[in-house]
């Protein structure tokens, strides 16, 4: 598997996989992305259904990471990182939810971080080093969690997660705080964008570069992206289990949308062959893609802060490999490149109280089903889409994180108690551990290096 720079039209200057695993941003600022996606094989689409979760991640996995990583070796690592189900929920006969939290820490981010864990620690054991790799997470909510758990105790890596003071949900800011060993939590007086900012000005700063060895496990990490993939494919294969499956049926996906690295994980499967005809970028407030997908500008502004709080982002990181999966050689001038994503990709975006309408009429609807807000902004835009085409479709929503996770919002809007996990019951008694520093890469900086 080879990667270009994002910013390199030319594509003159490609790296390996585990080049881009542990480096994670190239020197020009831009993000890595596949030179080229082979399609799976008609036979794996048609036996689908009769694959497992793992089976069928290591059929995708293989396909683009062959050439750097043993199979047997691949295997091992899929069947440690994607060792949880991801359940199908039917709402009706054209509306599904496919659960993606049901990791350690309830959030749909907790595969990608596990499997990126395991394979940095594989390579790391391929060619040991007595130095260490320090990985920078900035985190809305959910991200930073799971990385914890994830790259815990994995031998030769240390963890600084930065996340947003007073912007995630109580819940949240346990699971980043009080992991300890070789994870640390930073306290940023500021939003996400300052701690997305932050993490990428210490990627390129030089002198910093040349005293620590720095990676990230955000979403800027294509290995984080490899991974998410592996739900679309997996949704697919339940749909065709429950149903008395119609290939012309048209498949949707509506995607609960901030930094924009779950919706280039569907772009991946659909690049490799998989029967996605539209997704759905569903937002809150923070609708700079929507806006963009409307109009053909893209403004980033400061983020706003809402319910749905893993979503709010003013500046997606992703928003240029969403362009790169459309781009064409030589490159599309900016009317065209617009024309090119708007025929696979909508925008939708919603407001706080629309959002918890929607978990209400859901909850009444469904038999008691429960979403969390960012999965009732992903039910909206499925909603709204299916209602404007009306066409038969297929539409899957992707459940990001477990209700329980906000539980303030969702029981108060439900008018129920919502049963907390004894995973999350536990962390809440937690002492929180952080440290609070300034929005700026030399707080950061001075810290990093005292540490």
Not at 183 to 209: I, N, P, S, Y
Request: net charge negative.
């Amino acid at each position: 598997m080879h990667l270009y720079s994002t910013n390199d039209q030319q594509r003159s200057n490609k790296v390996s996989f585990q080049e881009a695993l542990f480096n994670s941003l190239p020197e020009d600022k831009g993000l890595y992305m596949p030179e080229y996606f082979p399609e799976l094989k008609d036979s794996f689409f048609e036996n689908i259904e009769n694959l497992t979760f793992q089976e069928i991640a290591f059929e995708v996995a293989d396909a683009l990471l062959n050439e750097e990583i043993p199979a047997v070796k691949l295997r091992d690592i899929i069947d440690d990182a994607v060792n949880f189900p991801a359940p199908l929920a039917k709402l009706d006969d054209e509306k599904f939810v496919l659960e993606l939290f049901h990791g350690p820490t309830l959030a749909f981010k907790d595969f990608g971080a596990r499997f990126m864990a395991r394979t940095m620690s594989w390579f790391l054991q391929e060619s040991p080093s007595d130095e260490e790799i320090h990985i920078l997470v900035a985190t809305s909510g959910d991200t930073g969690g799971a990385v914890a758990q994830g790259f815990l105790n994995v031998a030769g890596i240390k963890v600084t997660l930065l996340y947003p003071k007073g912007k995630v949900s109580e819940l949240q800011e346990k699971q980043l705080t009080t992991v300890g060993n070789n994870v640390e939590a930073l306290e940023v007086e500021g939003t996400f964008d300052d701690c997305q900012r932050m993490v990428k000005e210490a990627f390129l700063d030089k002198d910093l570069r040349a005293r620590l060895k720095l990676s990230s496990a955000n979403s800027i990490n294509i290995s984080r992206l490899i991974p998410q993939s592996f739900y679309y494919f997996n949704a697919y294969a339940q749909l065709k289990r429950q149903l008395s499956f119609d290939a012309n049926k048209k498949l949707v996906f509506a995607v609960p949308s901030g930094n924009f690295g779950n919706l280039c994980g569907g772009l991946i499967a659909k690049r490799l062959g998989l029967p996605i005809q539209h997704i759905v970028a569903s937002t809150n407030v923070n609708d700079i893609v929507p806006k963009y997908l409307e109009g053909g500008a893209f403004e980033p502004k400061p983020s706003l802060q809402t319910l749905s709080n893993a979503m709010d982002v003013g500046n997606p990181s992703n928003f240029a490999r969403l362009q790169a999966f459309y781009q064409t050689r030589p490159a599309a001038s900016e009317t065209e490149l617009l024309n090119n994503i708007q025929q696979d990709i909508s925008g939708a975006r919603y407001t706080d109280k629309q959002t918890t309408e929607a978990i209400k009429e859901v909850f009444d609807k469904y038999y008691g089903y429960t979403m969390c807000p960012h999965t009732a902004v992903g039910y909206l835009g499925l909603k709204d889409y299916q209602a404007q085409q009306k066409e038969d479709s297929y539409g899957v929503i992707l459940a990001t994180a477990h209700p329980a996770k906000f539980v303030d919002t969702v029981e108060d809007t439900i008018g129920e108690s919502v049963k907390m996990p004894e995973s999350l019951q536990a962390i809440m008694q937690s002492e929180k551990n952080a440290t609070l520093i300034p929005a700026d890469l030399e707080a950061l900086k001075s810290h990093l290096l005292k540490g």
